[in-house]
């Protein structure tokens, strides 16, 4: 990696002020200083700041329990972004993995390897993402066929993919989808005349939301967390 791409990825200076750094002769390459930007850092090189050994961040894979009254979006919005929650280096260079409305609590992976957010958002792959539903009303008999079946939302000119729903109570069902259309649940239960009080998403793919994790709180995922959802669709249908 280019010596002033290395300080960016390890320290919060611009590229201009990493250039500013390299020009003031502040910055050492294993105890040599060094100027040149263009000078290529080698694994096991040691390249201080300042006299502070540097370390790039390398890309990252975070869970949130996502709080209601905040936004997933970085657009401007009355609600605050979900990145505030986070207090980690570099976070603008952060996304979510898709995107969860304003008023749905629960799981969102936030990440700045985009190869690996598309792994999981594709629709190709599947992905399964499962939703805790509180309603203002019973479910029909029916609810579970009708959710197999696949249901035409409003607007839409296609069905649905198939879906799983599991009765918790008469007002209570777990939901298991594999596509990420605008307000998805919400639309497929107002469509049986039905309207969603709570929505609150408990797993994507193979893994489950901390239950460690209070709303507003997250943590690094494990590598094995990584790798699975990495893996996500290939050998059975998931989203």
């Not at 000119?157 to 307000?183: F, M, N, S």
Request: proline fraction near 5%.
């Amino acid at each position: 990696m280019r010596l002033d791409k290395y300080l960016c990825e390890s320290t919060d200076l611009t590229r201009s002020q990493a250039r500013g750094a390299l020009a003031s002769g502040r910055v050492t390459v294993n105890g040599a200083v060094m100027k040149k930007g263009t000078h290529v850092v080698r694994d096991g090189d040691d390249v201080r700041w300042m006299d502070e050994t540097l370390v790039p961040i390398g890309l990252r894979y975070i869970m949130l329990n996502k709080p209601a009254g905040y936004e997933c979006s970085i657009r401007n919005s009355q609600h605050p972004p979900v990145m505030h929650l986070l207090d980690v280096d570099k976070r603008e260079r952060l996304h979510t993995v898709g995107r969860l409305d304003v008023d749905t609590t629960g799981l969102i992976l936030i990440t700045d390897d985009g190869q690996w957010t598309h792994r999981i958002i594709s629709p190709r792959h599947r992905c399964d993402k499962v939703y805790l539903a509180t309603l203002a009303e019973p479910l029909p008999d029916n609810a579970e066929d009708l959710f197999t079946t696949g249901i035409l939302l409003e607007g839409e000119d296609k069905p649905t993919l198939p879906a799983v729903l599991v009765r918790v109570d008469e007002r209570c069902a777990r939901l298991t989808i594999q596509e990420g259309k605008y307000h998805q649940v919400r639309r497929m239960f107002a469509s049986l005349g039905n309207h969603v009080l709570a929505l609150h998403r408990e797993r994507i793919g193979p893994v489950a939301l901390d239950a460690d994790l209070q709303p507003g709180e997250s943590r690094y995922l494990k590598p094995d967390e990584v790798t699975s959802l990495a893996q996500t669709g290939d050998s059975d249908a998931a989203a």
